[in-house]
């Protein structure tokens, strides 16, 4: 089973910059499909990007391209997602997900394992 746990959270001005880490541990992750999803209050979870632990596909929301990037470190197990030009709009908690590859890469039922959470508040 693959287990998630992000960090890198925190408070920023709008414009300002943050990276978000996801620890994965676990047994064939590698095959796993990855995601960041992000829930704001009165706001449906949301999908941010997704892609394959092994591949270079990515898929971005049209409200975070370019500004937003997602990356992995073999060597340490490690998801990340940089996050440039901050707007007060992307105020949420973030998540880390996986998935086995079944399913939309947009949809987060298609996701089986998801980390806790860590918030990120952007001010104007």
């Known amino acids: 089973q693959v287990q998630l746990v992000e960090s890198g959270g925190g408070s920023v001005q709008a414009g300002g910059s943050l990276r978000l880490s996801c620890a994965v541990s676990g047994r064939t992750f590698s095959d796993y499909r990855m995601g960041w999803f992000r829930h704001a209050p009165v706001k449906e979870r949301e999908f941010v990007v997704g892609?394959?632990?092994?591949?270079?596909?990515?898929v971005y929301a049209d409200s975070v391209k370019g500004r937003f990037t997602i990356s992995r470190d073999n060597s340490k197990n490690k998801l990340y997602l940089q996050m440039n030009s901050l707007k007060p709009e992307d105020t949420a908690v973030y998540y880390c997900?996986?998935?086995?590859?079944?399913?939309?890469?947009?949809?987060?039922?298609?996701?089986?394992?998801w980390g806790q959470g860590t918030q990120v508040t952007v001010s104007s």
């Open positions: 892609r394959r632990w092994s591949g270079d596909n990515r």
């Open positions: 997900a996986a998935s086995p590859g079944v399913g939309p890469v947009m949809s987060a039922p298609s996701y089986t394992v």
